[in-house]
């Protein structure tokens, strides 16, 4: 049953001399729901950036769905079926919520290079970005500027215009980074929701440590330039590696 | 929702009443004899310079990419037509189609290296190509007749004053609604998240380099009619069409009427040449004071009104109606 959807083949990387990661090896499975630990500076998002293709590793493969996406620019990338949600709100502030959702279900159905059409003349594109923004819960606000939303809610239509692009595997980057404690378990609910709804691979950084065991699968912890540990909530959280290097503090 | 068509309707009303005038403008100016022909000069200008600063704005409202080469296209356009006509023997109808053409390869060429930039150095890239073609027309006096420009360019007996300037609205409208209609498309779309966040933009799977450089093409194809309508109004295209300083001027128009709307450069580009024009009526002499009028103008929108002319006539509306 579980087949890789993505994997990580001896993944190195290095700033200006500064080792980030030294062959990096893993791979995540086909519909999994699972989580990216690590302290500070382990580098997390380095690792999303990566897989993305924002960055060029210096070494190494990213398989996704069996091909080598290594040396891919990000929008093409993006074609084959992954998408991310950014760690700081990503969106594009001067739009209304519902052209947020809507440019990234034209992107994905390939009808950018319509020039003299209106954009808003497709009711069945309306009808999707209606149908994605009930999903993250802002369909009361669609004609509102994006850049208006409160913070919570614009990292809800991140995740929204990511959705739009339906994707085999998301990225989320600390989806619930910054919001009240409230919206923090709202969204972790929105999260596991869409993620039984949907059929979609997530994987998500987080620090919140109630959370990561609270609905992933599996975790992976990274730590001093690879990865130290992966496998179930339960046994992470009684690893002793982990405990010493990492949870040590907090737990 | 209702609001929303009764704001739209607002506008079509407005736009038809404007439109309407400005053609019956010619048949009231007539009445002034040299006076009245001289302003119906000044209004084709007028239209002519409000097409250029509606192209730019593709770029730089639309795009969010500021440009300071744009009047090489607009160059580009003029010399297509002004050679055609009187070299080749063209028709100006033919020679109009051109012009476009040859302008927007002209941006395809320019444009394949400046995308590759971002901000201020794609805007001093396209401030060095604009420059590098000023020079090529300045110099090659056997083609271009270098700094003479190009002179004598044939008029069609039926385009007297009123009738060149109805050919000009015509066109402008045509510019107009292809221009609002490539705004509001999926394309205009993609301009637009190109604009608000690149980075996103790639993480949607745009293509940012590629549909900036279309943007790029498609600003400079309508530059580059402007151009030939500027060197057929004038009869002569001269070097200076490509120069620098000619770029700034649909970037102040933009800045003034304001760069998040259609029609707001064009209105920006309106009001500049009119002012520019009053004082030189009152005296020729106070043209020397344009550079400190077009300032003070430039700092009280700054200032005052960020979203230019169109953005304060919103806010007032908007007051209006609470």
């Known amino acids: ?251 | 929702m209702d609001h929303m068509t009764s704001s739209s309707r607002t506008q079509w009303i407005t736009g038809i009443s404007v439109v309407v005038v400005l053609f019956v403008l010619p048949v009231f100016l007539n009445e002034f004899g040299r006076t009245g022909e001289y302003w119906i000069w000044v209004s084709t200008e007028m239209i002519i310079m409000a097409l250029f600063a509606m192209s730019l704005n593709l770029i730089l409202g639309f795009g969010g990419m500021v440009s300071f080469g744009h009047a090489a296209f607009f160059g580009v356009g003029a010399y297509t037509v002004a050679l055609l006509t009187k070299k080749a023997d063209f028709p100006l109808y033919l020679a109009l189609a051109v012009a476009p053409i040859t302008a927007a390869i002209a941006a395809a060429i320019v444009g394949w290296f400046c995308v590759r930039l971002l901000g201020l150095y794609f805007a001093i890239l396209t401030l060095a190509f604009g420059q590098l073609l000023y020079m090529i027309v300045f110099q090659w006096y056997t083609f271009t007749g270098g700094d003479d420009g190009i002179l004598g360019i044939p008029r069609p007996d039926i385009f007297g004053p009123t009738n060149f300037y109805w050919f000009c609205l015509v066109l402008f409208l045509l510019c107009f609604f292809v221009m609002r209609m490539i705004v509001s498309s999926s394309f205009g779309l993609s301009i637009k998240t190109t604009r608000e966040n690149l980075e996103r933009a790639k993480f949607i799977g745009i293509n940012v380099k590629r549909y900036q450089l279309l943007n790029f093409v498609i600003a400079g194809a309508f530059a580059g009619l402007a151009g030939g309508m500027l060197a057929e109004l004038n009869r002569f295209a001269q070097p200076d069409f490509l120069h620098w300083s000619e770029s700034a001027e649909p970037i102040l128009a933009s800045l003034v009427g304001g760069m998040y709307s259609l029609a707001g450069p064009a209105i920006g580009s309106t009001v500049l040449i009119f002012l520019k024009i009053f004082l030189q009526q009152i005296h020729p002499s106070m043209v020397e004071l344009w550079a400190i009028v077009l300032g003070a103008a430039i700092l009280v929108v700054v200032l005052f009104a960020p979203s230019g002319l169109v953005g304060l006539y919103q806010n007032i509306c908007k007051k209006f109606q609470s």
């Open chain 1, 1 to 251: 049953m579980a087949t890789p959807i993505l994997s990580i083949e001896d993944l190195s990387k290095s700033f200006e001399g500064n080792q980030i990661f030294s062959s990096v090896s893993f791979s995540v499975d086909e519909g999994e729901l699972s989580a990216i630990i690590g302290p500070n500076g382990a580098g997390k998002t380095t690792l999303f950036n990566l897989i993305t293709g924002a960055l060029v590793p210096d070494k190494g493969k990213i398989i996704f769905q069996g091909r080598n996406i290594v040396g891919m620019e990000p929008f093409d990338i993006v074609r084959l079926g992954m998408a991310r949600a950014f760690q700081r709100t990503n969106i594009f502030p001067r739009m209304t919520v519902f052209e947020n959702i809507v440019i990234a279900i034209i992107t994905r159905l390939k009808g950018n290079l319509r020039f003299l059409k209106p954009w808003n003349s497709s009711k069945k594109i309306e009808r999707q970005a209606f149908e994605i923004l009930q999903s993250v819960g802002l369909a009361d606000k669609a004609d509102q500027q994006s850049g208006t939303l409160a913070h919570g809610n614009q990292k809800r239509l991140d995740i929204g215009v990511a959705l739009a692009l339906e994707p085999k595997l998301l990225l989320l980057d600390e989806p619930v980074a910054g919001m009240s404690p409230d919206e923090r378990w709202e969204t972790v609910e929105l999260i596991k929701e869409l993620w039984n709804k949907m059929n979609i691979t997530m994987v998500f950084i987080e620090h919140d440590m109630d959370i990561v065991f609270g609905i992933s699968q599996k975790v992976r912890v990274l730590c001093y330039k690879s990865l130290l540990a992966q496998g179930p909530p339960s046994e992470i959280s009684a690893n002793k590696q982990v405990i010493e290097a990492y949870l040590g503090e907090e737990v």
